[in-house]
Structures are given as C-alpha cells and as structure tokens.
C-alpha cells in the first residue's frame, strides 16, 4: 500500500514534469500542484487508455502509450488550471 502511494507520486511528478516541459512559456505552478494534476493526468490517461479503448498490453514491459496519453492529459489540466487560476505575475519595485 505504502509502495503504491510513493510510486503514484513519483509517477505523478514525472508526467507532471514532463508536462509543463511540453507546454510553451512559464507556468507558475508549485512542485506540490505539478504532482497533484501529474497523477491526475496518469489517471485520467489510463482509464482513457484501458476503459474507453480497450488497450491491452499482450507483450507485457512498459506501457508507454499510457504514459503518453498521460502527459498529454497533464498539459491539458495545467493548461485548465492556468486559465481557472490566472497567470500570476510577480513584480519587483
């Protein structure tokens, strides 16, 4: 249970990161919110992948087309939280 915690978070922070890498410009966005919409993206992406397409993978090893379908979703929150959020721009006097 603990190893399924730490590596949905590992995984998180990785398409997360890979996510906000993809996307154009800076998002100001913390470590903690990349991992949340990173995991989210995984989740989202996956269900995607094995719910609604019935992907199956017979040869077994790393499942990369979920873990894109992933990224692609993540810049996809980030995008929504950027808009929902605002950019926020900080100025020094």
Do not use: D
Request: one cysteine or more; glycine letters at 12%; a positive charge.
């Amino acid at each position: 249970m603990l190893w399924t915690i730490i590596s949905a978070i590992i995984v998180g922070l990785i398409i997360g990161a890979l996510a906000r890498l993809v996307m154009p410009g800076k998002q100001n966005i913390g470590v903690l919110m990349t991992i949340v919409l990173g995991v989210l993206g995984s989740l989202i992406g996956s269900w995607i992948c094995y719910s609604l397409f019935g992907y199956n993978n017979e040869n077994g090893g790393w499942q990369i087309i979920p873990f894109i379908v992933g990224v692609i979703v993540a810049v996809v929150l980030i995008a929504a939280y950027l808009a929902i959020t605002g950019r926020k721009t900080h100025t020094t006097v």
